[in-house]
């Protein structure tokens, strides 16, 4: 090989060489701002318990944002109707912690020891327990917003449509939207339980899901029993013209829980004026990989339809007492003090969230 085309050769290749490390180095770069992105400086309080079911108790995990806007998101932690206590993970819900919304994270107990009713039932009191303390978690009570998928969107909607028992569907000739709620944004959720489409889950026969009977309690497999059943927790038979504002992100290739579900939903509301958006996703099955990036656009919506709150936000003064300055373990129940992401410091002592004792339930509201 003659010299002059050796030093060519080399010069090309030490060209590809530096253009190869520019190019892994922008890819580490992006990694971690990936990385850095989905783990915001966040506080969390685990375990706190909301109620009892079955002789079990009902928690929820709290995370808090580094710079709370005063706005608080309830989180439904269901695949299936079946909820696993301390599986958040704040990463989950990145886009939301980083707009300062203070996320609820509402665990329940699992189907079939509870039934799809008594699990509506204890997540809307997990909501009136985050409502009528909200000032000491220092978001404003009519600055909550829903958020959920699958089951957890089915639980979320039932909520938004101000499904819970004991709450009122909107004020006759009002504007605002009544109930617990002022904003919902879901995944792919469970509809209408009486008309099933094309799901695999529909047996043909006017029944329950077909992998889910039990999960409706015995009456179900009664076809008149169950027609009643399924109107009650299908939250398009709770449709009213005083809906929150709906974002739904659905894929067309679901076939579990099909597009239909939420296209009908959204008709539903539109004959009677309520305000549903449905955002199809090209491909998407029944969850897909990119579905944390997509909460950005539930964030947005957020932003958009809820409004500012009524008082600004005070992260010591408001919050209870274990959520300021201490992350809890679930699963050893031992605090750690939080010195930020990453770092923390064990201690020994036992710590067992309860309702009343966390909570300074005299103080009152900023003005």
Known sequence: MAPGTRMKLDRWFRIALQVLLFLLACAVSLTG????????????????????RHGRPLTMDVAFPASPNGRGVLLMMSGSWKSRPGSF?????????????????IYHVSQPEATVMEIVEDVCRAARHVH??????????????????????HLALMLATGACPGET??????????????????????????????????????????????????????????????RSVSPIYHVHPHLPPILI??????????????????????????????????????????????IRAFADWFDRHMGPPAFEARRRKSLPRAATSDVIDHASLRTTQWLGPATAVNFTAPFSPTLSKPLDTSATPPD
């Open 33 to 52: 701002l990936v990385v850095l992105y989905f783990h915001p400086p966040t506080r969390c309080l685990r375990g706190l318990v909301y109620g009892e």
């Open 89 to 105: 993970r704040p990463w989950l819900v990145a886009p939301l912690l980083r707009r300062g919304y203070t996320v609820f994270a």
């Open 132 to 153: 009528q303390h909200a000032s000491e978690y220092g978001v404003d009570p009519q600055s909550l917003g829903v958020t959920g998928g699958s089951s957890g969107g």
């Open 169 to 230: 569907q909107g004020t006759p000739g009002g504007d605002a939207p009544a109930g617990l709620v002022r904003a919902a944004a879901v995944f792919f959720p469970v509809t209408d339980l009486l008309n099933l489409g094309a799901s695999t889950e529909n047996a043909g026969d006017g029944g329950p899901p077909r992998s889910f009977v039990r999960a409706f309690g015995p009456q179900a497999t009664n076809l008149a029993q169950w027609r009643a059943i399924g």
């Open 249 to 294: 992100l659905h894929g067309d290739a679901d076939t579990l829980v099909p597009l239909e579900q939420s296209l009908r939903f959204q008709e539903a509301a539109r004959r009677l004026g309520g305000h549903v958006e449905v955002r199809v996703k090209p491909g998407g099955r029944h969850g897909w990989w990119t579905l944390p990036w997509d």
